[in-house]
């Protein structure tokens, strides 16, 4: 159960994730956890890109209801994914994994500025390549930057770590008598008004043909389990 399913994935992290127990900020624990599972898959020879949402240090859309300009509250959050990402590239390189920053708007010496055959080339290379600052434009969530950066680096796959095991009929936190899909295709998440993603997100997706799979990255070495194709977490496609 050594070989993995996937050559080149794209990992989607969620801010909240990286909080652990805590209220806010960064959980050292779950960070380390998230670099040991990261570095096992590298070693595995999967070329791996991956996107950081920023929700455990700001929230530009809750920013805005807050009073933030929209424009500002979301270029904040585009700088709280930065800081995350600066943050797994540490324990990635502690963890003896080579790790780069690549953000969206131009930051150096914070990170080098992307591009889709930069990022091709790194990951060929055997780095671990973290994909921030979103998209670099307002109005585009996180989830908006991994479809795009899936598509863009031609990933054979997104994989969608939360802190939910899949996806299910309704929120399982709420309706205990909530079922979770093994496969569900792109229509029917439209059909049952589903929040999986945004909507731009999932668009874009379905229409470039990219696979989604939704697993709880927060048990360790569930990554490795999706990644070997073991049926864990959702997989969402167009058939």
Do not use: H
Not at 87 to 105: D, F, I, P
Not at 152 to 164: F, I, P, S, Y
Request: include cysteine; proline fraction near 3%; hydrophobic fraction near 40%.
């Amino acid at each position: 159960m050594n070989e993995a399913k996937y050559k080149r994935v794209l990992l989607k992290l969620s801010g909240e994730s990286l909080m652990g127990a805590q209220q806010y900020g960064i959980d050292p624990a779950r960070l380390n956890d998230y670099a040991a599972d990261i570095k096992t898959a590298a070693g595995m020879g999967i070329q791996i890109a991956i996107v950081i949402g920023g929700g455990n240090i700001f929230r530009g859309l809750s920013g805005a209801t807050k009073g933030f300009d929209r424009v500002k509250g979301d270029q904040m959050g585009m700088l709280a994914t930065v800081i995350n990402s600066l943050a797994l590239s540490s324990a990635l390189t502690a963890a003896g994994v080579k790790a780069r920053v690549l953000t969206a708007t131009r930051m150096e010496p914070i990170g080098e500025y992307y591009n889709k055959w930069r990022a091709i080339e790194l990951m060929e290379q055997g780095e671990v390549v973290i994909l921030s600052g979103g998209t670099g434009n307002p109005y585009f969530t996180t989830d908006t930057g991994s479809s795009l950066r899936g598509i863009e680096v031609e990933a054979d796959v997104m994989l969608k770590g939360t802190r939910v095991d899949g996806i299910y009929t309704a929120d399982p936190e709420k309706d205990p008598a909530a079922t979770k899909f093994e496969k569900i295709t792109y229509d029917e998440i439209y059909r049952r008004g589903l929040k999986v993603m945004d909507l731009t997100a999932t668009t874009m997706c379905m229409e470039n043909n990219l696979p989604i799979v939704v697993f709880d990255m927060d048990t360790p070495g569930n990554l490795l389990k999706v990644l070997r194709g073991e049926p864990i977490g959702t997989y969402v496609s167009n058939e």
